[in-house]
């Protein structure tokens, strides 16, 4: 099986919403809800997506010829690659009957650990979820990542004790799900969360903390005060507010306020090899990719999934040997221009 | 009944000109008149759109979660929501002859004020337009805004008595009407207005005097100067002179001349609650939604306006809770990023 | 008969190339010669055109109601408007066997003088083109402006003596014409001149001499010193070199280089009223418009030329009434905006 | 035969990728390899080509008549141009089986020397292109550049060999083939060159040694410090590295470096002789010219060749006599305009 079969086999699977694009832009699936459009106009999953294509990459190939290593280390775990499979919900909804969310996470969470990196798992409103998700990475000896939503106190507390059974390296929660409707409904009521209520959350994970749908250098301040151990810098793909900022946009001045005190990851429109080199050239220490991982497993399954990580990561290595660096490290700002009219 | 069977049903009677758009963004109508088009080369309609699309949102979900707060309040009368229905004139020719103007400006006062918000009434050459508008804001309790085009002295003398008798809360006077065919061809001439004029006017307006049509710092300083309570920066859709800037470009600097001064209003383009939200940020008090009215109160007639009052309520709130501004007062300039080649 | 039925009528005669666009913008036409397209890659037309759309106007109708008086005076002879017909050359080739160049000119000058304007008539190889355009302006009382090629001396002395014959009130030179073929291959050569071949020119000229086809400061200075009475900004609507700047972008700079000592005059992509004021708030003193004045006279004869002149005239005059400037001296640098990334 | 002619005849033999477009702009063969698509999303080769249409020319007509001598010397050697015909390789696999790399060359390389100027030849994993490249070099009295990729030393001191043999004037390499896939798998390890491995290898070349594939300033300091005779800017016409920057957006920052130290050459997107002008105002000695090439062999053989140069030579004397240059010494930096938002 090619990646290219993966992609052609998604398509008679994927349900009527998702295209299976060769590039997964945003397009075709705009502002269409249920499917993986965008909110409102739809235009933040495109942008997304072009942002990346706006920075450009610099070329340098008279340095000394060695073997590219893209081996990282996050919270004390080696991975092959510096990149996860993001978290998605409701598959079966927005991508096709063949897999709902817990066949999903299975699938994904054992193809990403077997390939050498790990998979953030999704979550919803039916608690067998977030269940089949930590024993999924439970039986990968806990290399996958739970994302909770913000829910109320008590039920943040249940899903915890999942984290903890399935004994995975790290938990996040995908802070920017505040405005769902189904948390606005919750009683007592879900959704944001002030810095003192995050600390609580982040002293209950016991493993490393990551806040997910950070977009401002004030938002990351926060994530930091409430003892995160790493954000990701995300807009939810577009999905909970129409018209934000790029990831790409936001990314350099969030680094700069982070200055290194914890791991900065960035999602949305990340679609190929030279999109994550230029992720980590602006300081990301890693980045997330998600619907093209739906894409793998819908068409190709566990293989899918290994084959989609073995492209992106050739990708990378690629650049990183175009550019001069042979190992993460090495990947510096001056590899990458940002277009003038960015601030 | 949905906003979508509204505007389903909007376009099997909305005339041959406008086509109900999904985005109205001034792009089928271009530069047709009679219809919604805009004047000349018709850009003016789609820049007003566009420029509210390039300013973009800044997500920051971790705040305390309370109830969302909306309400407003100008001159001593409260609101729902900080936006009002604009004025249309002449809707039988340029939308069809489902209705007039005094059927349309009926079911609109009448739904608008229901709903919690006030609209503003049109003007035309036939008297009967102002004194039909003016009955239906007397019923509901002087809940909406006669718009007086720049007449003669004489023909606003007689208009600003039926506003006294509805007992309007406010009146305007869209002054960028002054290029209108039927206002030149006057005898005293109409048109254009000096301060000194403009004050005589305000003077006999009574209640607060809003002066729409405002696009320059320096105009702004002549409304002041004129004794006007609020200024609607607009450029009449496109619809008086073609190659205008758009609304949301010269917002800021009017703000910042205004000072707080007088209310700020915004029209041209706003399609949704983002778009409301994003005024707000940049300073404006309140918004004019004009066109989508048209065609709520077309396709839907007072539930159609109740419908799409709710919808660009709701996306809003929406819009304040994902960037942690629980009432309006909060919404911050901080809150949203206009491109860095705007001046 | 209305500008919509010349345009109609147009169509059915301008021969293959022109395809009398609503918009006249280079696009249907672009890099196709014979006909009225660009030379090369052909982006320069459309360039001019689009240039002027940038610009944007500051409406402003707070202002003492006045007729707008768009008179205006050049070289001791009053205009009703600050624009000419531009020169054209072998029509028959480029818009069609209706018209040669001698029945075109003579429809133009007549046509234009009688509303109130001047033509600029063309040249060619055949000696008959500007014979016959100096008899035309003869019978107009000398209201026309002959524009010459920069030939070899010899051969401008001759046709600057049928200028004197014919009273003209001014004479122009095209000397962007420098790189047409026929002059590369004249003996003795023509084509480019220094200031001193110039300077030579004017004195024969004696009238008014206007230097057509100057794109930067340099070149204004040196049509300066040579003694030129006015310059076009023009870069022959694109025809002799791919890739030039759009004429509305080096206007500014063009007229504080020559800082009032001669005429500016500008072309390129004028094609409405707006366009014309946008010209004038940059600092030039008049406008040509070249090509809608073939469409024109090939749709409507004289009196298809007096429609556009009038289409032309009033909608100056709207954008002057919409702006605030009751005559010509009144438009200022402050009712246009040109985007910030120009210089 | 004319250039038409050439391009309509290559349409009939250039194989299924390559459409022998009008406009040689990298969009209808996008991200298709094989074929002489870029690589990865593909759109480095339609940057190339557009941001040399963003540069615009200033037109200056006002200067002495004369001829215009387009003459230069390149390592003592004289040519009509300063533009080559750029190195292109496995012809059959990428643009059909009329030809292969062997008969390419030979006809490339004598048609070239013909017409005044030189080609450069390319370079494969059989040993005879070289060979034969060199061979038909050898039968020119040496007028062609030799291209070798960056093999390990052993492989690249065998092709040295040749290139003596054929008194070539100098010889290339291109190390940005570092990252193709036939280089990696060598034993021992072929691709990337430190400075000290390709000072080794400029003193093996003995004649002027040009590094191409040079796209920032850092990279221009290390060829020069290995020293290389002259660099070209190029990133391979898009094909070893998605998402760079064009050519025409570095070239200035790498001529600053250079300062006169070595020649600079540059390619990429470079379709006609405003281009070539553009480039040369930029500061750059000369330019190579690639892909149109290839259609002017398959299209027309040694007269196709000679058609193109033609072609383009003529342009570059037409922009230089339309902007008051009259040899390539008086090109200078005030002749173009790049746009403002480059750095």
């Known amino acids: ?175 920017d799900a505040a405005g769902l409707p189904f948390l606005k409904n919750m009683e007592p009521p879900a959704g944001s969360k002030t810095v003192e209520e995050l600390k609580e959350i982040a002293e209950l994970a016991k493993v490393p903390f990551i806040v997910k749908g950070v977009m401002t250098a004030k938002g990351a301040r926060k994530a ?13 793909g577009g999905r909970v507010l129409d018209s934000c900022l790029a990831t790409a946009e936001v990314l350099e001045e969030i680094v700069a306020e982070v200055n290194g005190s914890m791991k900065v990851l960035v999602d949305g429109g990340i679609r190929c090899g030279t999109d994550v080199f230029k992720a980590l050239a602006l300081g990301a220490d890693g980045v997330l990719i998600c619907r093209p991982f739906v894409t793998a497993v819908y068409g190709g399954g566990e293989e899918g999934v290994k084959l989609y990580i073995e492209k992106i990561g050739t990708e990378l290595k690629d650049t990183m040997a175009m550019c001069g660096a042979t190992n993460l490290g090495e990947i510096t700002k001056d590899m990458v221009r940002v277009p003038a009219d960015w601030r």
């Open 224 to 236: 930091k005060e409430a003892g995160a151990a790493a954000i990701v810098v995300s807009n939810h």
């Open 1 to 175: 099986m090619t990646y290219q079969e993966v992609l052609e086999s998604a398509k008679t699977c994927i349900g009527p919403y998702c295209k299976a694009c060769k590039e997964c832009n945003g397009k075709a699936c705009k502002s269409q809800m249920p499917g993986p459009g965008a909110k409102g106009v739809g235009d933040t999953a495109i942008r997304n997506y072009e942002k990346w294509k706006e920075i450009r990459v610099q070329m340098d190939t008279l340095y000394e010829n060695k073997q590219i290593d893209t081996t990282c280390n996050f919270f004390g775990k080696e991975f092959r690659y510096p990149f996860f499979a993001g978290p998605v919900g409701a598959v079966n909804l927005h991508y096709g009957e063949k897999y709902d969310d817990m066949s999903y996470n299975k699938v994904l969470v054992s193809a990403c650990s077997k390939a050498g990196i790990a998979a953030f798992t999704g979550d919803g409103t039916n608690p067998e979820v977030v269940r089949c998700a930590a024993k999924a990475i439970g039986e990968e000896n806990g290399a996958g990542i739970p994302t909770i939503k913000p829910w109320n106190f008590a039920t943040i507390e249940e899903k915890m004790e999942l984290v903890h059974e399935a004994g995975a390296f790290a938990v996040a929660m995908d802070v």
